[in-house]
């Protein structure tokens, strides 16, 4: 009887696991022994979702004092998610590499998203994404809510036509760290969005969906060009992502 009434309770407790830095959230996704990422200095762990190019395109680097996570991709690596292979948005197919957060947000949860990056080459190709609020699962085959990038050299969102209240190009920031402060209001359905503590983008909208867990994503992704030769390579670091619930 008291070996049964352990195992309910050792059952209980894994039920019960929280997010890293006491963030709770709506669900944990299957990593199945995958490689995951986290560093002394982040609150959220991500994981290596859909596979990387080569062992190399996603690695540990230390400068310093600090350490930080480097993402490098080059010409033709195309991503391992299942939908990399195929033709479509305009490109014949997509080059990844990228991570994905452990755990789903909340949606009737504020959050702030706090991260430095710095990209250290590339990004002057077309839509070359970097992070992005991703919200498709298993059963929910939907786009993701929030996207950044830069495109040809300018930092633009997933709606085209989005209005920043500065714009943004890459030859302003390669090379530098930048802090970068994301306010996710699921509540009202609009973000800000901060470089440096200048607002990028003031109350902007996005849609989440239903059957959708939002989750975040770092990384490299872009669509392929079958006539680019060379290298074309891009490469970004992240480091001391937080991220915490907002006050109310």
């Known amino acids: 009887m008291r070996k049964f009434l352990l195992l309910i309770i050792i059952l209980f407790l894994a ?8 963030i709770s959230s709506a669900g944990y996704f299957d990593t199945s022994g995958r490689t995951t990422y986290q ?3 982040w609150n959220v762990e991500f994981y290596d979702n859909c596979g990387l190019p080569e062992s190399s395109s996603v690695r540990w680097v230390t400068e310093g004092k600090e350490t930080f996570l480097r993402f ?3 010409n033709k690596q195309v991503g391992g998610c299942n939908t990399d292979g195929i033709q ?10 990228e991570i994905k957060q452990t755990t789903s947000l909340k949606k009737d949860t504020d959050y702030t998203l706090t991260f430095r990056v710095r ?7 077309e839509r070359e994404d970097f992070f992005q609020m991703h919200q498709g699962v298993q059963g929910c085959r939907v786009g993701p809510a929030l996207m950044f990038k830069f495109s040809n050299g300018r930092l633009i969102s997933k709606i085209w036509n989005e209005r920043f209240t500065r714009k ?10 930048i802090d970068v402060k994301l306010e996710v209001n699921f509540t009202e359905s609009n973000y800000n969005l901060y470089f440096n503590d200048e607002k990028i983008l003031d109350k902007a909208f996005f849609v989440v969906k239903s059957c959708g867990e939002p989750h975040f994503k770092l990384g ?3 669509p392929g060009d079958e006539r680019a030769t060379g290298e074309r390579i891009s490469i970004v670091d992240f480091d001391k992502i937080r991220l915490v619930k907002k006050k109310k």
């Not at 990209?119 to 190709?125: D, E, L, P, S």
């Open 15 to 22: 039920g019960c696991k929280t997010a890293s830095g006491g």
């Open 39 to 41: 560093d002394k200095d």
């Open 72 to 74: 490098t991709l080059k």
């Open 88 to 97: 479509r948005h305009g490109a014949p197919y997509w080059e990844r590499t």
């Open 119 to 125: 990209f250290v080459k590339g990004f002057t190709y």
């Open 168 to 177: 943004v190009h890459i030859n302003e920031v390669i090379g530098k760290w």
């Open 220 to 222: 490299i992704y872009r």
